[in-house]
């Protein structure tokens, strides 16, 4: 009996099974590229900013 019940779940069961089907993402998974862009050119106009400063020092303001 337990043979007969082995070979029925075998029978039942698969040799091999999908875990999960493949996906596209629908939005991407990184930043956002307008934020990041903003970011840079706020960074950008800071260290340029400062590095005329710096470099410049009879500018006045």
Known sequence: QVQLAEAKVLERTPAFTTILNASVPVKPAGPKRVIFCCGMMILCF?????WIIVRDPQLKF
Do not use: A, K, Y
């Open 46 to 50: 800071i260290v340029v900013t400062v």
